[in-house]
């Protein structure tokens, strides 16, 4: 099964080493248009109506897990994220993780795409 990371879980991020064992397939984008929220040491992903001139296309990495490694990313993402399947550019279905409430502060990343 495939995983989508588009924060900290990323390559040379704070947190790549939860996919230490995982198998990186490809660097690609949602096909489907969120709203990405920069809350400081991580960003989260919500779902917005289509007329929100914030939606933008998700930027991340894909890789490839086994159930194990999906739970424990379960456990690492904690209360704070759901993860659903969405379809991404390349073609595949794969988990990603959404923020399940919006905090106080925050800011919008109109592009997508978290850089820390």
Sequence with gaps: MYVFAYGSLKLYYLNHDKLKNARFVCATKTSEMYTM????????V????NDSPFL?????EVYEVDYDMLKCLDEFEGIWFTREIV????????WMY???AVPDKYEIIENGMWEH
């Excluded at 933008?56 to 991340?60: A, H, M």
């Design 37 to 44: 929220l920069d809350l400081g040491k991580f960003p989260g």
């Design 46 to 49: 919500v779902k917005s109506e």
């Design 56 to 60: 933008s296309k998700i930027t991340g």
């Design 87 to 94: 379809h991404i550019e390349c073609g595949i279905s794969v």
């Design 98 to 100: 959404f923020l399940n």
